[in-house]
Antibody, heavy 122, light 109 residues
Framework: QLQLQESGPGLVKPSETLSLTCTVS??????????WGWIRQPPGKGLEWIGN???????YYNPSLKSRVTISVDTSKNQFSLKLSSVTAADTAVYYC??????????????WGQGTLVTVSS | SYVLTQPPSVSVAPGKTARITCGGN??????VHWYQQKPGQAPVLVIY???DRPSGIPERFSGSNSGNTATLTISRVEAGDEADYYC????????????FGGGTKLTVL
């Protein structure tokens, strides 16, 4: 059974960089059938897609966050990571890592991590 | 940027049929995926590619997509279906990206 687990600090100071890692178990991140991505949800609000990455390193990013986001992959560790720079209180959210199937283009998100709350506060 | 519009809330009595819409410009030309999210939990995929159901999702969940509206239909609604529902597409614009609808709170009366 595939499992995704987010890890990283739960508290980040304003203007600093948020860093999270997702560890994939029960399957290979190097599969050609999937993208691996990040989705966030501010408290009480809806889902916001951040971006995703293919095992080769190819990425797509949310245009509204693109200038601050970097997603990277480490196939040797079966992990992928998120960095979000210059954070503000508006970046406070539950961050989910997820697997997204791909047929020509990325499609449905079929596996989600449990999510991790990141709070931006001094 | 492509926008998906969902009603904030839908209410339905147990045993009845709930329909949750997702509006977008010519959404019928895109593949629509639907997620169910219960409080404190990660979302769960309930419909993919407009109308396909993942294994383990009851047949009561179905989807359709045409023109400017995609619809998630839940038949014989149960109390356990009360949740937030989100639609999602891939926007193949000059800057391709995933788009989520704003979400619909389904209340079972």
């Amino acid at each position: 059974q595939l499992q995704l687990q987010e890890s990283g600090p739960g508290l980040v100071k304003p203007s600093e960089t948020l860093s999270l890692t997702c560890t994939v178990s029960g399957g290979s991140i190097s599969s050609s059938s999937y993208y691996w991505g990040w989705i966030r949800q501010p408290p009480g609000k809806g889902l916001e897609w951040i971006g995703n990455i293919y095992y080769s390193g190819s990425t797509y990013y949310n245009p509204s966050l693109k200038s601050r986001v970097t997603i990277s992959v480490d196939t040797s560790k079966n992990q992928f990571s998120l960095k979000l720079s210059s954070v503000t209180a508006a970046d406070t959210a539950v961050y989910y890592c997820a697997r997204q199937s791909v047929v020509v283009v990325p499609a449905a998100v079929d596996y989600w991590g449990q999510g991790t709350l990141v709070t931006v506060s001094s | 940027s492509y926008v998906l519009t969902q009603p904030p809330s839908v209410s339905v009595a147990p045993g009845k049929t709930a329909r949750i819409t997702c509006g977008g410009n010519n959404i019928g030309s895109k593949s629509v995926h639907w997620y169910q999210q219960k409080p404190g939990q990660a979302p769960v995929l309930v419909i993919y590619y407009d109308s396909d159901r993942p294994s383990g999702i009851p047949e009561r969940f179905s989807g359709s997509n045409s023109g400017n509206t995609a619809t998630l239909t839940i038949s014989r609604v149960e109390a356990g279906d009360e949740a937030d529902y989100y639609c999602q597409v891939w926007d193949s614009s000059s800057d391709p990206h995933v788009v989520f609808g704003g979400g619909t709170k389904l209340t079972v009366l």
